[in-house]
Structures are given as structure tokens and as C-alpha cells.
């Protein structure tokens, strides 16, 4: 490390100096001996949401070995170049359009979904997301909704392909849908 050097003052600085603020006198420099480093910052907040967490788990009505393990979609239909489903799945379509079936009864989503997707082909909106949700309170039924979506699109010839969205766009809890044009 390298020492600024103080720059020198002439003798007419030093008297207008004197003379506007009067004479002064030098504060001696304090000097710390013994000085240790501090200790590295902890992150305390951190490690208590931590401690926290397995207390949450045990009170939780939402069981997490259920979220998002094993639970992808994807359907390509015959025909078509495995290598569609790929781009579909890597999110490289955009989507132009969404439905979100959340709190739909069964009869209510199957309706909307056919509205939605004749509407969607009749609009050249080619790629759509259905937002189904994760069936995380439909208890031991499971996901009522996901399983009607997977078996509605299966059964459209409109759908060329569908996979479950990637985790920013909805995850498990979603479907990009490609249409024919």
C-alpha cells in the first residue's frame, strides 16, 4: 500500500491561512494497538428460517415429496419429429395465449379448455399454456384437473404436442400446448 504525500503549501497559503481561521494545532492521531480483524459477518436470519423449516414441514397441510417430482407431462403425436417435443419441452416456443382452470369443476374445465383451444386455433394462436394447477388439495384424489387436461389433450386431433411448462412458467402446474395450424 502506498502513502499519499501531503502537497506542499507556500508561505502565502500558509499566511492567508493563519490568518482567516487563526492559529491551530495538530490532532494527534489515535492509534489502536492489539487490533484484530473483524469476524466475518453471520447470517444470522438465514439460519433461523432454516431451524424453522422442519417445524413447518411437520405443520403443513401440503406434503412436498408430492411437488414437482415425477409429475411431468408430455405427449407427442404420431408422425411428428420427436425433436418438436424437445424445443417445446426447452420452453422455445412462445406462448401466445393462457387459460387458468383453478377452482373449475371438471365439467366446467373440459368445457373451457374445447372453447379455449377452438378459439385459440381460429385466432393462429398456435402455442398456449393451460394453467391446471398441482392438485395439492384435491387430497387422495390427486390432481383431478391435471389428469383431465392430460386425457382431454391425448384425445384433440387439433394438439400436435403438449409438455408440462418450465418451472417459470407454472412448472408441474402448467401445460404449453402446440396446436396444428
Same mark, same amino acid.
Given at each position: ?50 431451524? !424453522?423449516?422442519? *417445524? ?6 401440503? /406434503?412436498?415429496? #408430492?411437488?414437482?417430482?415425477? &409429475?411431468? =407431462? ?64 384435491? !387430497?387422495?384424489? *390427486? ?6 387436461? /392430460?386425457?382431454? #389433450?391425448?384425445?384433440?386431433? &387439433?394438439? =400436435? ?21
Amino acid at each position: 500500500m502506498t502513502k499519499r504525500r501531503a502537497p506542499t503549501v507556500s508561505s502565502d497559503d500558509h499566511d492567508l491561512f493563519v490568518q482567516s481561521i487563526g492559529s491551530v494545532r495538530p490532532i494527534r492521531q489515535l492509534v489502536v494497538e492489539n487490533h484484530r480483524p473483524r469476524p466475518p459477518p453471520e447470517p444470522m436470519q438465514s439460519r433461523l428460517d432454516e431451524a !424453522r423449516v422442519p *417445524g413447518e414441514l411437520i405443520d403443513s397441510d401440503i /406434503d412436498p415429496a #408430492l411437488m414437482e417430482v415425477g &409429475e411431468e =407431462l408430455s405427449y407427442l403425436k404420431d408422425g411428428h419429429s420427436p425433436l418438436l417435443l424437445r424445443k417445446l419441452k426447452r420452453g422455445q416456443f412462445s406462448v401466445a395465449d393462457e387459460i387458468d382452470l383453478h377452482q373449475m369443476t371438471q365439467a366446467v374445465a373440459r368445457e373451457a379448455i374445447a372453447q379455449f383451444l377452438t378459439e385459440s386455433r381460429r385466432e393462429r394462436r398456435l402455442c398456449v399454456k393451460i394453467i391446471h394447477g398441482k392438485g395439492l388439495r384435491s !387430497r387422495n384424489e *390427486g390432481p383431478v384437473l391435471k389428469r383431465l387436461v /392430460d386425457g382431454l #389433450l391425448r384425445r384433440r386431433s &387439433e394438439v =400436435l404436442a403438449f409438455a408440462s411448462a418450465k418451472a417459470n412458467q407454472g412448472g408441474t402446474g402448467a401445460v404449453i400446448v402446440l396446436l396444428a395450424s
